[in-house]
């Protein structure tokens, strides 16, 4: 499982032969979230907090081209 940014205490990764839509997990220590790339809509969020959710969120549409392109490269 690749890890495609890491910010502060946030880990975003996208796991290789991942089924579904493209989407990110995000996790920091007990904590883990999945997000649609595109659309931004959390499929799951254990533990997060709002705040930390919201810079998750922050990251993806930051850096959006970026997971987009490691979606593609990691599940073709």
């Known amino acids: 499982?690749?890890?495609v940014l890491e910010f502060r205490n946030l880990v975003f990764?996208?796991?290789f032969n991942d089924h579904g839509?493209?989407?990110?997990?995000?996790?920091?220590?007990?904590?883990e979230a999945k997000?649609?790339?595109?659309?931004?809509?959390?499929?799951?969020?254990?533990?997060f907090s709002k705040k930390d959710l919201t810079k998750a969120l922050e990251?993806?549409?930051?850096?959006?081209?970026e997971f987009l392109e490691a979606?593609?490269?990691?599940n073709e």
């Open 1 to 3: 499982m690749p890890k």
């Open 13 to 15: 990764r996208i796991y």
């Open 21 to 31: 839509r493209p989407h990110v997990h995000v996790i920091s220590g007990n904590c």
């Open 35 to 47: 997000i649609e790339i595109e659309t931004l809509k959390v499929i799951s969020n254990k533990s």
């Open 59 to 65: 990251k993806i549409v930051e850096y959006n081209d």
């Open 71 to 74: 979606w593609e490269e990691y």
